[in-house]
């Protein structure tokens, strides 16, 4: 257990240091926020057959999603759920706010 602790805490230090994409390995979900009119986390890497959702927290700021294969409408609240099928690099964006985006990894 101790050794668990001491691990989790160094990749806590990590990441908040080197800025380390956000990793949902050994894991079949991810989840991005749209809050404080950006992508949270920016960055993420899945696994193939990984789902990633989208949850819009911005309370009355609208955004929209759009990239490779999805659009969505401009809204304030909801998810969306995509299926990440295929390897690759992955940029998805809020077209409403053009500096708004996150990159996914499909390892």
């Known amino acids: ?3 668990l602790l001491t691990r989790a805490g160094l990749a806590l230090v990590v990441t908040a240091a080197v800025a380390i994409p956000a990793t949902a390995s050994g894991s079949s ?3 991005v926020i749209l809050k404080h009119m950006r992508f949270s986390p920016a960055l993420l890497t899945v696994k193939r057959g990984s789902s990633v959702t989208f949850v819009w927290k911005d ?3 609208p955004h ?9 409408s401009t809204k304030t609240k909801g998810t969306l759920t ?3 099928t295929r390897r690759g690099r992955f940029t998805y964006r809020c077209t409403v706010h053009p500096g708004m985006k996150v990159r996914i990894t499909v390892r």
């Open 1 to 3: 257990m101790k050794a």
């Open 59 to 61: 309370g009355s700021i």
């Open 82 to 84: 995509i299926h990440m």
């Open 29 to 31: 979900s991810a989840t």
């Open 64 to 72: 929209n999603v759009t990239g490779p294969g999805v659009k969505t």
